[in-house]
């Protein structure tokens, strides 16, 4: 069975620290994202990335990075926490098959609360 | 501005009624229309797909939906909700012919009673 997993379920940081969350898929796909889920805003997509070392803007990249170095692995990094993102992230995967229309396979997502 | 519109926040049925969740956009051209379910403490899994063709779209656990042109909307349907249904439901789109990714709505938190 296909397979995203994401390395915490719960985190809690300090503002102004550095965090990662790294999500893991096992599925060789090519393309990797990052949502945050907020109540009332639905999913809002972070970055994404197509291959590895290559990566995209999403709708709110501000305040976020991204790493891809290895083709099952995609990293978001919060160079110096807010407290503004606190939020639930959400890794997904999808294989470049015909387009944009091959579904998305979620991992279960990181809360993240910054104090 | 494209958009996608749950005009429902919270939707409360009875275990064997009848549900309708409502999701509108707003594109020029027809988009990729999704519906996706989130149950509580999970990611999210694909319910069903509609690209082109027959408006009418099976999806799994008896879901459906129905595209209509004319409204905008790809609303979800299934006849009789099992408990276990419980979840948030999000329409999701991706305007065709784009290289945009997907775009998600706020949601519809679903209470079923017993």
């Known amino acids: 069975d296909v397979k995203v997993t994401q390395s915490s379920r719960y985190l809690v940081k300090r503002t102004g620290e550095k965090v990662f969350l790294e999500c893991v898929q096992d599925?060789?796909?090519?393309?990797m994202f990052w949502y945050r889920q907020d109540p009332g805003l639905g999913l809002r997509l972070i970055y994404f990335s197509y291959d590895v070392k290559m990566k995209e803007k999403g709708d709110i990249p501000e305040g976020y990075s991204v790493s891809r170095e290895k083709k099952e692995r995609f990293s978001l990094i919060l160079e110096s926490a807010s407290t503004n993102q606190t939020s639930m992230y959400l890794c997904?995967?999808?294989?470049?098959?015909?387009?944009?229309?091959?579904?998305?396979?979620f991992g279960s997502g990181t809360q993240l609360s910054v104090l | 501005a494209q958009s996608v519109t749950q005009p429902d926040i919270h939707i409360t049925v009875s275990e064997g009624a009848s549900l309708e969740l409502r999701c509108n956009y707003s594109?020029?051209?027809?988009?990729?229309l999704f519906w996706y379910v989130q149950s509580p403490g999970q990611g999210l899994q694909l319910l069903l797909k509609y690209f082109s063709g027959d408006t009418l779209v099976q999806g799994i656990k008896g879901f459906e939906a129905e595209f209509k042109r004319s409204q905008s909307s790809f609303n979800l349907r299934k006849p009789s909700v099992h408990w276990s249904d419980a979840a948030e439901y999000f329409c999701a789109v991706v305007p065709s012919g784009s290289a945009r990714q997907l775009t998600f709505g706020s949601g519809t938190q679903l209470t079923v009673l017993p």
């Open positions: 599925m060789d796909h090519e393309n």
């Open positions: 594109y020029g051209a027809t988009p990729y």
């Open positions: 997904a995967s999808r294989r470049t098959g015909t387009g944009y229309n091959e579904k998305l396979f």
